[in-house]
């Protein structure tokens, strides 16, 4: 179902009692100012998900994890399996990030088999595409995004695909402070509900929620969250502060 999200993606940061500080943190600011349409969630390290869900459950939020195994259960030393993250209380988990891609090697042929693991356990994948600068710069992006998105998402019925949101995340935006316009942003989110439908028929496309995320901020999601198309954010560095992060959740 199509909904308003923002998601935190906290990435490798905060020690344990941070974490704490910045979830309750979160919480109370969330108490005093929030929209009631708009989904919170927390994506933690994974050892911070029992004590993050925790803390989520009470305050209507809920929390995610940044990876997991591609694999069921078994001798797969330092991986951490669907069923493991679901049993810690997060219903969330994104797939495919692009430091994933480029510094873990991951192919969407690895993604859709952990998106498929996903859902098999009941989490709900944010997966996530988009294009490096060159690739933009050669007039390459909706090629890329659109191969992404055949590559890891099409083996998945429309009903898996119905679970699933996917965030656009351009990796020239991550982390630099270089936001894709609004324009750019829509022009890409109403191409990947095109791709959708082609895939998963236009209905399903219409209900599918697709997240921007690339040094979206406390000042700029306003406009970012006012195209169409573009349903929410997935935040990283913007995160890490709850007065920021909660502004962000206050810009729809
Ligand atoms: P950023 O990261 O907001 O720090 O650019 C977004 C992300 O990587 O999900």
């Known amino acids: 179902m199509r909904k308003k999200i ?23 600011e969330l108490a005093s100012d929030r929209p009631e349409d708009v989904e919170v ?13 925790d803390v989520a459950t009470e305050n209507n939020f809920s929390c995610g994890a940044q990876n997991i195994s591609e694999h069921e259960a078994g001798a797969y030393t330092g991986e951490i399996s669907a069923a493991m993250i679901a049993s810690a209380g997060a219903s969330y988990v994104i797939a495919g990030h692009s430091e994933r891609r480029s510094f873990y090697g991951e192919t969407d042929a690895l993604i859709a088999r952990k998106v498929k693991q996903a859902l098999k ?34 083996g998945l019925t429309a009903e898996e695909f119905s679970n699933v949101v996917i965030a656009y995340e351009p990796v020239w935006a991550i982390g630099t402070g270089q936001t894709a316009s609004p324009q750019q942003a829509q022009e890409m ?28 901020n406390a000042s700029n999601a306003r406009e970012l969250f006012a195209n169409p198309d573009v349903d929410g954010g997935l935040i990283g560095g913007a995160s890490l502060k709850a007065g920021d992060f909660v502004k962000i959740i206050n810009s729809f």
């Open 6 to 28: 923002v998601a935190g993606n906290w990435k490798m940061n905060k020690t344990f009692s941070e974490a704490e500080d910045l979830v309750f943190g979160i919480a109370d």
């Open 41 to 53: 969630v927390i994506c933690p390290p994974a050892l911070y998900l029992e004590m993050t869900s």
């Open 121 to 154: 356990h009941g989490l709900i994948p944010i997966y996530c595409c988009g294009e490096v600068l060159e690739q933009r710069e050669r007039n390459l992006h909706f090629e890329v995004v659109g191969q992404q998105i055949t590559e890891a998402l099409s």
């Open 189 to 216: 989110h109403a191409y990947i509900r095109e791709m959708a439908g082609k895939i998963f028929g236009k209905e399903a496309a219409a209900e599918t929620t697709i997240l921007y995320g690339g040094s979206c």
